[in-house]
């Protein structure tokens, strides 16, 4: 498999640009960005993990086409999205940049991504980036689509742009490094894409679940693709989420946003657990109000148990969660908004929902 056998454009008129998804392609990243001519200087944002497993490589590549590359490395903790890490970031990259012609890379998961597209954003009024999503919720999910930001001690995102990438690079080999929880973490927006939008991956993980979790290739390629397309449509429909149509990605996150606020943004939840609690807890809540058959409701909750995800939490109390939920940037004037699956495949947009149907659902997953 030496080419990217596998490729998606995000039409967005000037902003367009491809997503290519494939086994041991890093070799390919050079010819691709000299036909992008984003500049000559990267500097590539990343941890110490990363930069440790497979910097050299990139680094010995990117010289070989006759790019200089400058590593700068943050925490690999969501507590990196901090404006202080973010400042700091940026005066160290003003000082570098003299007389250079720079360009961003993200090479690392969501947090990195979220960070470097946002720095990106703002430094010079705008500068390029592409991303190199190294985990498997990056590859499916957080590396597509351009929304970048960093965190409030309040809630989760609550600064930050639409700056599109100009190119998302999905290397599967790179999950080879990562651990079973990593893994798992990734299945949780898999599962989401599922429930959305397709039925079948739905019920393709159902019966694949030991292939996926031990890292068959295959099915991993699958997977990425399936998921990349699914978010690609959507953004192209919404890209900067006002009509609703995008807001459907956020299943499970409005209440998985408040957990892992509520847990301080420690190890304690990762963001997968976090939304896997969301989305059964969104599920109860569709249940409740006649849209889901509880049958669905149990095969979602059952598909998260043979992952080895959470469909409840412990050492959180209620009204912890329901504070953090009220800084949700999905609520609309004051009005809770919440997407609710309505089958396999298929959601709805529900505002206004009576606080104790949302706080009943919640305290049923909170052992």
Same mark, same amino acid.
């Given at each position: 498999?030496?080419?990217?056998?596998?490729?998606?454009?995000?039409?967005?008129?000037?902003?367009?640009?491809?997503?290519?998804?494939?086994?041991?392609?890093?070799?390919?990243?050079?010819?691709?960005?000299?036909?992008?001519?984003?500049?000559?200087?990267?500097?590539?944002?990343?941890?110490?993990?990363?930069?440790?497993?497979?910097?050299?490589?990139?680094?010995?590549?990117?010289?070989? /086409? =006759? &790019?200089?590359?400058?590593?700068?490395? %943050?925490?690999?903790?969501?507590?990196?999205?901090? &404006? #202080?890490?973010?400042?700091?970031?940026?005066?160290?990259?003003? !000082? /570098?940049?003299?007389?250079?012609?720079?360009?961003?890379?993200?090479? =690392?998961?969501? %947090?990195?991504?979220?960070?470097?597209?946002?720095? !990106?954003?703002?430094? #010079?009024?705008?500068?390029?980036?592409?991303?190199?999503?190294?985990?498997?919720?990056?590859?499916?999910?957080?590396?597509?689509?351009?929304?970048?930001?960093?965190?409030?001690?309040?809630?989760?995102?609550?600064?930050?742009?639409?700056?599109?990438?100009?190119?998302?690079?999905?290397?599967?080999?790179?999950?080879? *490094?990562?651990?079973?929880?990593?893994?798992?973490?990734?299945? !949780?927006?898999?599962?989401? &894409?599922?429930?959305?939008?397709?039925?079948?991956?739905?019920?393709?993980?159902?019966?694949? &679940?030991?292939?996926?979790?031990?890292?068959?290739? $295959?099915?991993?390629?699958?997977? %990425?693709?399936?998921?990349? #397309?699914?978010?690609?449509?959507?953004?192209?429909?919404?890209?900067?989420?006002?009509?609703?149509?995008?807001? *459907?990605?956020?299943?499970?996150?409005?209440?998985?946003?408040?957990?892992? !606020?509520?847990?301080?943004?420690?190890?304690? /939840?990762?963001?997968? $657990?976090?939304?896997?609690?969301?989305?059964?807890?969104?599920?109860?809540?569709?249940?409740?109000?006649?849209?889901?058959?509880?049958?669905?409701?149990?095969?979602?909750?059952?598909?998260?148990?043979?992952?080895?995800?959470?469909?409840?939490?412990?050492?959180?109390?209620?009204?912890?969660?329901?504070?953090?939920?009220?800084?949700?940037?999905?609520?609309?004037?004051?009005?809770?908004?919440?997407?609710?699956?309505?089958?396999?495949?298929? %959601?709805?947009?529900?505002? =206004?929902?009576?606080?104790?149907?949302?706080?009943?659902?919640?305290?049923?997953?909170?052992?």
């Amino acid at each position: 498999m030496e080419n990217h056998d596998k490729k998606i454009t995000v039409d967005l008129g000037p902003r367009s640009y491809d997503i290519l998804i494939g086994y041991k392609i890093i070799d390919q990243l050079g010819s691709i960005l000299e036909k992008l001519n984003l500049g000559q200087d990267a500097v590539i944002i990343t941890n110490q993990t990363i930069h440790h497993l497979h910097g050299g490589h990139l680094h010995s590549h990117l010289s070989r /086409y =006759g &790019y200089s590359t400058r590593f700068m490395l %943050v925490a690999d903790s969501e507590r990196s999205k901090s &404006y #202080k890490t973010c400042l700091d970031l940026i005066e160290k990259i003003a !000082a /570098y940049d003299t007389k250079k012609k720079i360009f961003i890379i993200a090479f =690392g998961g969501g %947090v990195i991504g979220d960070l470097s597209g946002f720095i !990106a954003s703002i430094y #010079k009024r705008g500068i390029p980036y592409i991303q190199i999503p190294t985990t498997f919720l990056a590859q499916v999910d957080s590396s597509i689509g351009g929304k970048t930001g960093i965190d409030l001690a309040s809630g989760k995102n609550l600064i930050g742009s639409f700056y599109q990438p100009r190119l998302v690079f999905s290397d599967i080999s790179f999950l080879r *490094t990562l651990s079973l929880k990593q893994i798992r973490n990734g299945m !949780a927006e898999v599962i989401k &894409y599922g429930v959305i939008k397709d039925r079948a991956l739905f019920g393709y993980i159902e019966k694949n &679940y030991k292939n996926i979790l031990q890292l068959n290739i $295959e099915s991993i390629e699958k997977i %990425v693709y399936a998921c990349s #397309k699914i978010k690609s449509g959507v953004v192209e429909n919404d890209e900067l989420d006002k009509t609703g149509k995008r807001a *459907t990605l956020n299943l499970g996150h409005t209440i998985g946003h408040a957990i892992e !606020a509520a847990a301080g943004f420690t190890k304690e /939840y990762s963001h997968g $657990e976090a939304v896997a609690i969301g989305m059964v807890c969104a599920a109860d809540i569709s249940v409740k109000l006649g849209l889901l058959a509880a049958g669905d409701a149990k095969r979602i909750e059952n598909v998260f148990k043979k992952i080895g995800l959470p469909v409840a939490c412990s050492n959180l109390k209620l009204e912890q969660i329901m504070q953090a939920q009220s800084h949700d940037k999905k609520f609309i004037h004051g009005t809770n908004r919440f997407v609710l699956p309505v089958g396999i495949g298929k %959601v709805t947009l529900k505002e =206004g929902i009576p606080a104790d149907i949302v706080e009943q659902a919640v305290s049923r997953r909170i052992k």
